[in-house]
């Protein structure tokens, strides 16, 4: 079966994942290796490992926006890879405290807009390389400065016609292989057609516009300096911000390519969390970027007919051994190849009609996954993420407000009658409207508080009731209860 059928979806899903590795580490503003390693690792160790039948863990375009701020930020890649070890460990404890159902507890909306975001940012990654500019450390500034005169000013001295001719027929391959008439081609996977292409096409390059892998490529790796462990906060910050993002991540991934296998095989969600914990803390030793779960490596192994997870470990496999026995076929790549690829994918996050299905929810669906968006651009990830998530809330808190009780007036033999009927759940969250409901009970009324249908009444509203009893009798309200229960509320002054 492995020969047949894993072996077959391996090899097809090594083809699609070696020319993201080498574009996700130069997106993310880390060596070259580093993604070929991460995809090494995520096929060997994290598959070994892992329950998943189908799910396939490498480099993840959804991390490049942070990886990048952090290694920036810490000024060292080998200071970075602390913070890659710090998120395995984070990820190692969530498995443990079986938290695997975490990801449920992030509105859908705000994930969408996290993943729009970064795809919107990746595209504008993508610019430099696309005119040739030879040097792709230079964004390091955020959005916004991408554009500014310098930067301007840079790209017109660097503009490369045969980088731009590359890229332009590289996406262009990339259109004509999504239409119906290239099905015949869709054993061959487009990002190895593109490569292929650039290789050929690549003769006028300057070998600052190739990829550019060591032929020895162990002896080049870096390791993390553990004894800049405790040597600055911002490691343990960047460390658990990765670890959480990761972590969704992988969850949301899992969940998908649960809904892809045809035997329907569940994903036990907190062992993949160790699994997935082990590989990120082995590539901060190892001097890899951090890893993932990822769609389209996942999606790619089951429509090539993957049975179990040999599959995987068997692209891992075939990672190691392009770089150690062809590493010179990599290096002829262009960086012009791996720009159009990552626009692509970039695109696929954040294509007009996810906008459009999320307008079409309404706003309380849209404008958290807008504003997501919005902040992440102009702030950073874990502010935008902040900004929309207190968004949700605020919606279910209004929600909340509204659903969980119900005044009914009404007039009875000249005397004002009030029901307020309790629902399901009345929590602290409904307090503040609660009490100006009952301040707003006219004098010489009745009032009837109804709870029969309550599964549960928080203290504070039970205090709050039981505090109006003593005013309702100063005000000659009529007070009526069912199925509330009275609390001392004396005991408290």
């Not at 964004?139 to 916004?144: C, E, F, N, P, S």
């Amino acid at each position: 079966m492995w020969l047949r059928h894993d072996f077959a979806a391996g090899l097809s899903v090594f083809l699609v994942a070696l020319p993201l590795c080498l574009g996700i580490a130069l997106a993310s503003g880390a060596p070259l290796y580093a993604g070929l390693l991460s995809g090494m690792i995520g096929g060997i160790i994290v598959a070994a490992i892992s329950a998943s039948s189908l799910a396939v863990s490498g480099p993840a375009a959804g991390l490049t926006t942070l990886v990048a701020a952090n290694i920036i930020m810490l000024g060292n890649y080998q200071v970075f890879l602390l913070a890659v070890i710090i998120a395995g460990a984070f990820q190692i404890l969530l498995g443990l405290l079986k938290l695997g159902a975490i990801a449920n507890y992030f509105p859908s909306a705000v994930i969408k807009g996290m993943l729009a975001a970064i795809g919107i940012i990746l595209i504008a990654k993508q610019i430099p390389l696309a005119l040739g500019y030879d040097r792709p450390d230079f964004w390091t500034t955020g959005l916004l400065n991408l554009f500014s005169s310098g930067n301007i000013t840079a790209f017109s001295h660097h503009i490369n016609n045969a980088s731009l001719i590359i890229f332009v027929v590289s996406l262009v391959l990339l259109g004509l292989l999504r239409q119906s008439f290239a099905k015949k081609l869709h054993f061959i996977p487009a990002p190895l057609l593109v490569a292929g292409l650039g290789i050929l096409l690549a003769f006028p390059l300057k070998k600052t516009q190739l990829v550019n892998i060591p032929t020895d490529i162990f002896s080049s790796i870096s390791f993390p300096e553990f004894n800049q462990l405790f040597s600055d906060m911002q490691i343990w910050k960047g460390g658990l911000i990765i670890g959480l993002l990761a972590t969704l991540e992988t969850l949301l991934c899992i969940e998908a390519i649960d809904k892809l296998d045809r035997h329907n095989r569940i994903t036990p969600l907190n062992r993949e969390l160790i699994a997935q914990g082990i590989g990120n803390m082995a590539c901060g030793i190892m001097g890899a970027i951090p890893l993932t779960a990822v769609v389209v490596r996942g999606a790619a192994n089951v429509d090539a007919g993957a049975r179990t997870k040999m599959s995987a470990i068997t692209h891992g496999v075939l990672l190691l051994l392009a770089v150690v026995l062809i590493p010179f076929v990599l290096n002829r790549i262009p960086y012009a190849s791996l720009s159009a690829i990552l626009l692509n994918t970039g695109y696929n996050l954040t294509q007009p009609k996810l906008y459009k299905n999320v307008f079409s929810l309404g706003w309380k669906q849209f404008l958290p996954f807008i504003l997501t968006i919005v902040m992440i651009l102009v702030t950073d990830l874990l502010i935008g993420v902040s900004i929309g998530l207190l968004l949700s809330v605020y919606f279910i808190i209004q929600n909340n407000f509204r659903a969980e009780y119900k005044v009914t007036r009404t007039v009875i033999h000249g005397f004002e009658t009030e029901l307020i009927k309790l629902n399901s759940n009345v929590t602290f969250l409904n307090k503040v409207k609660l009490k100006k409901a009952l301040d707003e009970v006219p004098e010489h009324s009745i009032l009837t508080i109804d709870a029969s249908n309550c599964n549960f009444i928080d203290y504070d509203i039970l205090e709050i009731i039981s505090e109006f009893e003593n005013k309702a009798k100063d005000r000659h309200i009529t007070l009526n209860t069912i199925g509330i229960e009275k609390v001392n509320v004396t005991a408290i002054h």
